[in-house]
């Protein structure tokens, strides 16, 4: 069984920064994509952040120069870094992975969800 479980969400003033984490666990052959979504109250799951297992990102408009997504392919686990973090920013962030485990392709797992809350 595969488990992402999140890590590093907070309280914190507008301006501040948080640094989150993501572990994946259990009988995992090979991770290739890793990503952290955000869901606000109210809105939709959108993509903050995502990295592929050689390094390459790619970052939501709102997040650019703020955030930074990186990761340790030894250790199956994925970091973002906020900075400069804003009231918008608040919201429940999510991990996300694909991982190749035995006797199935690739298939796609979701973290449980850390909370982020910025104040103004």
Request: with cysteine; charged share 20%; glycine share 12%.
């Amino acid at each position: 069984q595969v488990q992402l479980v999140e890590s590093g969400g907070g309280l914190v003033q507008a301006g501040g920064s948080l640094r989150l984490s993501c572990a994946a666990s259990g009988r995992i052959l090979s991770l290739n994509d890793m990503g952290w979504y955000r869901q606000a109250p109210g809105k939709q799951r959108e993509v903050v952040a995502d990295i592929t297992r050689g390094g390459t990102t790619n970052y939501a408009e709102s997040v650019k120069g703020r955030f930074t997504i990186s990761r340790d392919n030894a250790k199956n686990v994925v970091y973002l870094q906020m900075n400069s973090l804003k009231p918008e920013d608040t919201g429940v962030y999510y991990c996300n992975a694909d991982i190749k485990v035995p006797l199935f392709s690739f298939q796609n797992y979701w973290g449980q969800g850390t909370q982020v809350t910025v104040s103004s």
